[in-house]
């Protein structure tokens, strides 16, 4: 008798749960910083990273800007910015940022980056002055910058963290064992080190990871450890959402309760903040830890 082929059905993309639903940007403030943006032809990590939270965060008139514009040199598989060539960065960036947070009046501002490692300075330079001048500008506002991997280029991150910027944030995005997967131009050790010399220059130290990569509880425990000798003071803990299809699939949508442990854990261990939970962000509610 003849038999039909087993077809053998793909894994199901696994549905998203109902504690990672976010509402639509809506609302006149969120008009107002979308107006800005555009105004001062400016990016924003909001938009080019997908981020789940732009609706709030856009909503009670804060941003997080991205400087040296928005195409990365590197290939990171969880990430939504685009990749390739970077155009010529732009030397009037910095004024323009800062005089958008002066008009938005934010009292912290966060700041960001795409990697540049064609630059021999790593955009060293633009970070700077970007933090000085808006520190001319607004000088009650504090300043966090998330800055990206310098590739062990120390100079260039002196200068890169000595504007006058309260917080400096490296993200560390996954434990050791997925880097090469999840970071392959990036090594956990030389991030650690990165951390390591930001804290030693004096800098309010920060982190952020993603859970759902493929990580197990020993692993996470065991980044808090390494994050907590090399000098990390706060910690952010989110969940993973793939971007598109071309980027890494999510292994699992974490629960709630498995975030609230792993800030239990942190806290237990010494970070002076630990913000975890499905939503969270490098700069969601960054004001809070200061």
């Known amino acids: 008798m003849f ?45 080019s990273g997908n981020c789940p939270n732009m609706g709030e965060c856009w909503g009670a008139g804060t941003a997080t800007f ?26 009037d960036e910095p004024r323009r940022v800062a005089e958008a947070i002066k008009l938005m009046e934010v009292k912290h501002a966060v700041i960001t980056s795409v990697n540049r490692d064609e630059l021999k300075d790593r955009g060293a330079e633009i970070w700077y002055q970007t933090v000085v001048q808006t520190k001319a500008l607004s000088p009650q506002t504090t300043i966090e910058t998330l800055i990206p991997d310098v590739k062990g280029n120390w100079e260039a991150l002196e200068r890169m963290i000595s504007g006058g910027q309260e917080v400096v944030s490296h993200n560390m995005e996954t434990v050791e064992r997925l880097y090469r997967k999840v970071r392959p131009q990036a090594k956990y050790k030389r991030s650690l080190e990165q951390i390591k010399r930001i804290k030693a220059f004096g800098k309010r130290t920060k982190t952020g990871f993603m859970l759902g990569l493929g990580e197990t509880d020993e692993e996470v425990y065991q980044i808090l450890d390494d994050l907590k000798e090399h000098g990390c003071d706060v910690v952010t803990i989110g969940q993973y959402l793939q971007p598109t299809k071309m980027h890494l699939a999510v292994s699992e949508f974490v629960h709630p309760d498995k975030f609230a442990h792993f800030k239990q854990v942190g806290l237990e261990k010494g970070f002076d903040f630990v913000e975890s939970g499905p939503l969270v962000r490098s700069s969601y509610h960054a004001e809070r830890h200061l």
């Not at 038999?3 to 993309?13: G, T, Y």
């Not at 109902?18 to 001062?40: A, C, M, Q, S, T």
């Open 3 to 47: 038999e039909l082929p087993v077809v053998q059905k793909e894994n199901p993309k696994p549905r998203k749960p109902d504690w990672l639903r976010v509402k639509l940007p809506i609302g006149e403030d969120y008009k107002r910083v979308r107006h800005l943006v555009d105004k001062y032809n400016l990016h924003t990590i909001c938009q």
């Open 66 to 91: 991205m400087i040296l514009g928005n195409t990365c040199t590197r290939s990171c598989s969880f990430c939504a910015v685009k990749t390739g060539r970077p155009p010529e960065y732009d030397t």
